[in-house]
């Protein structure tokens, strides 16, 4: 049986669901059939989520024999503990070892904010040997400071500060192979409890754990425990000239980027659920399409019994979403607003009646296409008003000589239907008769 444990509050089992579901729907089905049991281990779980987990689990079982069990703890255990994030719930991992039976041989610890892309399988075959566990090293050693930095005392009077033999096996907590027989033998969980109360750790259990292995670990290649921002930074590996940021070579680097088997939404990562799309914009507005959160969605949006509360939430991001992009846009318009280029600069009469407001309002407003872009419309066209507002004194007269060269094609530009919609915004009617005619022209446009 292949033993994975999780910690979840009540907040967070759904996201615990779409992470089961996501190794359940990566598993070959081939005469392997060796059951998964997942291990929940959590404290105070409503009714609602156990019977949900219990119905999901049911289900799974069509698929994939599966098994999901829950485990209930008491988070005053861990009282003498320093709280993480303002909850001591990260401890209830070192309680594990007593839910398995007692010929288990490995076992799995998984982060809920991750995404299974490949057969779990597959790392249950790795063998440990002497290995007290199975990690992939952190992101990154040297230019990460805080990791050679000292962890230091509880006690002031104390001697020394604790430093890592190891620095560069500091591995990352977020995905463990667990050598379970070498992990008793070694007494390890009692040994992270003697970490914790001599020494302040800056990323609590991770900490400890890398403490107390003391560099005694299987190096997992990077590919199963992935980072998205990997995507995105500069890289150096322990092959280049240089301090390194990767305790891997590039070779094995590009190898598991081509292959990823596990997403870990984790180093700046904003998680798939925590945050509108406009919460991921640049500084001009565009919004940042994270790698794989596509792909979270499309497993959340499927997983059985949590789907329809997973698609509320999505919902409720979209919403959010346009509240949020609102607010960006108004801050977007301040900088544009401040830096607006206000040298004057020589065009000719085509250029000039197209600086017209009449004609850019009129044109904005029938580029528009999608949803998106028809809900910020009133924003976009106050910065064009804005802008041209800005513009207006350094601007040429408006007249154009009949014996211009550009004649003709300034009147073409003034009757079109661009040109004439803008002046009907800007002109001197009430409401009714604008609302009343830009309709019938944008109809009339349509129907081209």
């Not at 991750?114 to 992101?139: H, I």
């Not at 990077?222 to 092959?239: A, D, G, R, V």
């Not at 891997?248 to 590009?254: G, I, L, P, R, V």
């Not at 009646?353 to 009449?358: F, G, I, P, T």
Request: overall charge positive.
């Amino acid at each position: 049986m292949y033993h994975i444990f999780l910690n979840s509050s009540n907040a967070y089992i759904k996201y615990a669901s779409v992470l089961i579901y996501s190794i359940i729907l990566n598993t070959k089905k081939n005469k392997n059939f060796e059951p998964y049991c997942f291990h929940i281990i959590t404290s105070n779980l409503e009714i609602c989520n156990f019977e949900k987990l219990k119905k999901m689990e049911n289900i799974l079982n069509l698929q994939y024999p599966t098994k999901i069990c829950i485990h209930e703890v008491d988070e005053k255990q861990f009282q003498k503990l320093p709280p993480w994030f303002g909850s001591r719930a990260t401890y209830f991992i070192l309680l594990f070892e007593n839910f398995l039976p007692i010929e288990t041989s490995k076992c799995l610890i998984m982060d809920i904010d991750m995404l299974v892309l490949q057969d779990l399988r597959e790392l249950f075959s790795c063998e440990l040997k002497e290995c007290l566990l199975g990690a992939v090293y952190d992101y990154s050693y040297y230019k990460e400071p805080s990791i050679l930095l000292p962890r230091k005392s509880v006690e002031e009077c104390n001697k020394k500060d604790f430093y890592f033999k190891y620095p560069e096996k500091y591995f990352n907590g977020g995905l463990l192979l667990i050598n379970v027989k070498k992990w008793k033998l070694y007494d390890v969980t009692n040994k992270m409890y003697n970490f914790f109360s001599k020494y302040n750790a800056r990323v609590a259990m991770q900490d400890a754990m890398n403490a107390v292995v003391d560099g005694n670990i299987l190096k997992l290649p990077i590919s199963w425990n992935f980072f998205p921002n990997n995507l995105f930074i500069e890289k150096t590996f322990n092959n280049d000239p240089i301090p390194f940021n990767f305790n891997y070579t590039d070779k094995e680097y590009y190898s598991s980027e081509k292959d990823i088997k596990i997403i870990h939404f984790a180093y700046d990562s904003i998680k798939p659920w925590g945050g509108s799309d406009s919460k991921r914009m640049d500084s001009f507005g565009k919004i940042i399409n994270y790698p794989y959160y596509k792909e979270w969605w499309d497993v959340a949006l499927r997983t059985p019994v949590f789907s329809d509360e997973l698609k509320e939430l999505r919902q409720n991001l979209f919403y959010q979403s346009l509240l949020d992009y609102s607010e960006n846009m108004s801050c977007i318009i301040e900088r544009m607003l401040s830096s607006i280029d206000k040298t004057k600069i020589k065009i000719d009469y085509v250029e000039q009646v197209k600086n017209h407001l009449s004609f850019q309002l009129g044109q904005h407003i029938l580029r528009k296409k999608n949803f998106l872009a028809k809900i910020i419309l009133p924003f976009t066209l106050f910065l064009i008003y804005i802008k041209y507002k800005l513009k207006k004194n350094k601007q040429r007269n408006s007249y154009i000589p009949q014996d211009s060269l550009d004649y003709i094609d300034v009147l073409k530009i003034k009757n079109s239907k661009e040109y004439q919609l803008g002046g009907i915004i800007i002109g001197k009617m009430s409401l009714y008769l604008k609302i009343k005619k830009i309709i019938r022209m944008l109809k009339e446009y349509e129907k081209r």
